[in-house]
C-alpha cells in the first residue's frame, strides 16, 4: 500500500502540467539569475511585480519556506530571468516551472537601451503585463492525494462497479495495477515502476479515455468486456492493439 501511495503522490504531482501560472499561490525565486554577471537590479524588480499580482515570493532555500509550502512543494512555482540578449537589444525570457521541473509558462521581453542595467531592467518590465495575477487552485492537488490514501474501495467511473483501489492487470507480457486518482482518471503502473505506464482521462463518451502513454505519446483507450485497451501508436502512423486482462 506504501508503494501505491507513493505512485499516486507522483502522479498527482504529475498532473499541474495543465495549471497556468496564476494556479499559485508560491514563487520562488533563486539566489541569483544564473545568466546573467550581476543581478542589475532584476531580482527586487520582478519580486515587487510578482507580490503586486498577489503573489507569495519565497526564497530558493527550503527551509526557509512557510510550513504550507514545505508541505506541498507543488504548490510552489519557481521563476528565473534569463539572459536571451541579441546583437542590437537587451531581451530576457521569464520563465516559470513547477515541481517537476517542467516549464509552464515563458514570457519575453525585449529592450532597445543598450546600457546593461537599464536595459534588461526595461526588458524585465515589458513582462509584466502578461503574469495574469495570482489565483490558486494547486492545493487542491495536496486534497486529492490525502483523500485518495483515506479511501480503500472507490467508485469506478465508468464500468459501474466498485474495485479496490489497486487492481492488477495483465497485458501477458507484464503485470501493471489500476490505480483510481479521481473520478475523472486513473492509471496504469508496472509492478517495479514509479511512474505510470499510461494515465488515462475521461471523455464525453462512457468507457472510452483519452491516454498519455509514458513515453509522452497521445493516443485512446476504453473498456472491451471487462478488459481495458490501449491503441498503440505505431512508427508507420497505423496503431495496434494492446488488451490488459484483470487478474
Do not use: H
Not at 169 to 184: H, R, T
Request: aromatic share 10%; hydrophobic share 35%.
Amino acid at each position: 500500500m506504501k508503494k501505491i501511495t507513493l505512485i499516486i503522490v507522483t502522479v498527482c504531482s504529475a498532473l499541474a502540467f495543465g495549471q497556468k501560472v496564476s494556479d499559485y499561490k508560491y514563487v520562488s525565486l533563486p539566489a541569483r539569475f544564473e545568466t546573467f554577471k550581476e543581478d542589475f537590479g532584476l531580482s527586487e524588480l520582478l519580486a515587487k511585480t510578482l507580490r503586486n499580482k498577489n503573489y507569495t515570493v519565497i526564497p530558493a532555500d527550503k527551509l526557509q519556506w512557510p510550513a504550507e509550502a514545505k508541505e506541498n512543494p507543488c504548490n510552489v512555482v519557481t521563476a528565473d530571468v534569463i539572459n536571451d540578449s541579441g546583437f542590437l537589444r537587451n531581451k530576457v525570457l521569464v520563465q516559470f516551472k513547477d515541481c517537476n521541473d517542467k516549464v509552464i509558462s515563458s514570457i519575453k521581453g525585449s529592450s532597445n537601451i543598450k546600457e546593461y542595467k537599464e536595459g534588461y531592467q526595461d526588458a524585465l518590465k515589458q513582462t509584466y503585463v502578461s503574469i495574469s495575477p495570482a489565483n490558486p487552485v494547486a492545493q487542491t492537488l495536496q486534497t486529492r492525494v490525502q483523500e485518495t490514501q483515506s479511501i480503500e474501495q472507490p467508485a469506478m467511473t465508468n464500468t459501474g462497479s466498485a474495485d479496490n483501489n489497486a487492481v492488477k492487470f495483465s497485458n501477458g507480457k507484464s503485470d501493471y495495477q489500476k490505480v483510481q486518482i479521481d473520478n475523472s482518471q486513473f492509471i496504469l503502473v508496472g509492478a517495479n515502476s514509479a511512474s505510470p505506464f499510461a494515465t488515462f482521462k475521461t471523455t464525453t463518451k462512457n468507457d472510452v479515455f483519452r491516454v498519455k502513454l509514458q513515453n509522452g505519446d497521445s493516443t485512446l483507450g476504453y473498456y472491451e468486456n471487462g478488459n481495458i485497451v490501449i491503441e498503440i501508436p505505431q512508427s508507420n502512423g497505423g496503431y495496434t492493439k494492446e488488451v490488459f486482462s484483470k487478474k
